[in-house]
Structure formats: structure tokens, C-alpha cells
């Protein structure tokens, strides 16, 4: 069965550094999604991305995010100086159509 | 923003019986709606959605009723059996009109426990 995957599953990083969070969609999907969640808290959208830009974004993405398909497969979300409060879970999602959106199992983003 | 609420966080349920899990929401641009289960440490999974033109979908065990007026949808998990010990998220998504997005706006969650 088709998944979608997600690297690192962990990541830890200090204050003020850079991360990038991968996702691997399923190989014939079009629109892309990153999601969140902070624990104890809800899963929330940050941005999607179909043809080769972003189609919304929520408040939560500001300049410190930023999304992008480099080699055509790979979908990344990168947070260019990190801070406490972005520790979380990150989701990437993917979809054919419309009709349901597929996760990979997350990466846990920890921020010291 | 609540634009997605369940208002029961957790749920349990005998093996054998029927869950009932409930979600409300209130911005009536919505015309698509999901249920995701998810395990600790994974990501959601899909389990059953349906459009505003319907007010049920059945799927194996699984029924989720779309009552327009009260703004109200719920899963039907019948029979329930332990291995349906998860977290449920019920999820809402505009999708008429011309935006490429199929943006999901999750509820809290309610976690529900089949005793066997």
C-alpha cells in the first residue's frame, strides 16, 4: 500500500538553528500539505502547495517557514531559525484528489 | 478559532457495542468531512469521510451521519472491539469554489477505549 514518508522521525535542534523536515508523497499525488501538532493541542494547518506553489497558508507560517518540491519527489518544510514553541509534531500530507488526504507518521521536532 | 469541536474528550465503550462519537462545527462553508483515527506516535489515519450533498456514508463497521442544520456529524462504530482503541479526529474542509486546497480544519480529538 501506497505511504507517505517522513525524515527524520526525530529531530532535536537547538534555538535560532535551521531545520528541514522531509516527506516523501505518494509518487502520483498533487496537492501537499504540512500540518502540526503541539502536545495536548489539536493538529493544525500550516500551508498547502499544488503546481509548484503554495495555495494557502495559515498564520501560523511566517517568513521563518518556507516549503518547496526541490528534485520534483521530495516535499520539505524548512524553518529557517527555530524557537521553543515550534516543538511539535510536523505532519506532511498528501492527496490525489480532494476526496482524502494521506499522513506519514510525523516527525517530532524538539526545540532546546 | 473552534471552528471544529468535540466536545467529549474521551470515550469507552464495551467491546461488542456501538461508539458514538460526536463533532460540531460552525462555519457553514464547509462541505466535506473526515474521520481520521490515530495511534501515539503515527499519523492520522483516514477512515471514513462525506460531502454536504449527503447526510450518510457507511463503510464496514463504520457510519458517519452529516446533519446539516445542527451543524453536527457523528461516527458510528458498530461492533466496537478493542483494537478501535485510538484517537478520533473529526475534520472539515471547504471545497467548493476554485482554491487549490483541500485544507483540513481538525477538531480536538476524542480518544476512545473498547474494553474487551
Known amino acids: 500500500e501506497p505511504e507517505v514518508t517522513q525524515t527524520p522521525s526525530h529531530q532535536v535542534t537547538q534555538m535560532g538553528q535551521e531545520v528541514i523536515l522531509r516527506c516523501v508523497p505518494i509518487s502520483n499525488h498533487l496537492y501537499f500539505y504540512w500540518y502540526r501538532q503541539i502536545l495536548g493541542q489539536k493538529v493544525e494547518f500550516l500551508v498547502s502547495f499544488y503546481n509548484n506553489e503554495i495555495s494557502e497558508k495559515s498564520e501560523i507560517f511566517d517568513d521563518q517557514f518556507s516549503v518547496e518540491r526541490p528534485d520534483g519527489s521530495n516535499f520539505t518544510l524548512k524553518i529557517r531559525s527555530t524557537k521553543l514553541e515550534d516543538s511539535a509534531m510536523y505532519f506532511c500530507?498528501?492527496?490525489?484528489?480532494?476526496?482524502?488526504?494521506?499522513f506519514g507518521q510525523g516527525t517530532r521536532l524538539t526545540v532546546v | 478559532d473552534q471552528q471544529v469541536k468535540q466536545n467529549s474528550p474521551s470515550l469507552s465503550v464495551q467491546e461488542g457495542r456501538i461508539s458514538i462519537l460526536n463533532c460540531d462545527y460552525t462555519n457553514s462553508m464547509f462541505d466535506y468531512f473526515l474521520w481520521y483515527k490515530k495511534y501515539p506516535a503515527e499519523g492520522p489515519t483516514f477512515l471514513i469521510s462525506i460531502s454536504s450533498i449527503k447526510d450518510k456514508n457507511e463503510d464496514g463497521r463504520f457510519t458517519v451521519f452529516l446533519n446539516k442544520s445542527a451543524k453536527h456529524l457523528s461516527l458510528h462504530i458498530v461492533p466496537s472491539q478493542p483494537g478501535d482503541s485510538a484517537v478520533y479526529f473529526c475534520?472539515?474542509?471547504?471545497?467548493?469554489?476554485?482554491?487549490?486546497?483541500?485544507?483540513?480544519?481538525f477538531g480536538q480529538g476524542t480518544t476512545l477505549q473498547v474494553k474487551p
Open positions: 500530507a498528501t492527496e490525489l484528489t480532494f476526496t482524502e488526504a494521506f
Open positions: 475534520a472539515a474542509s471547504a471545497r467548493g469554489g476554485s482554491s487549490n486546497t483541500g485544507k483540513l480544519i
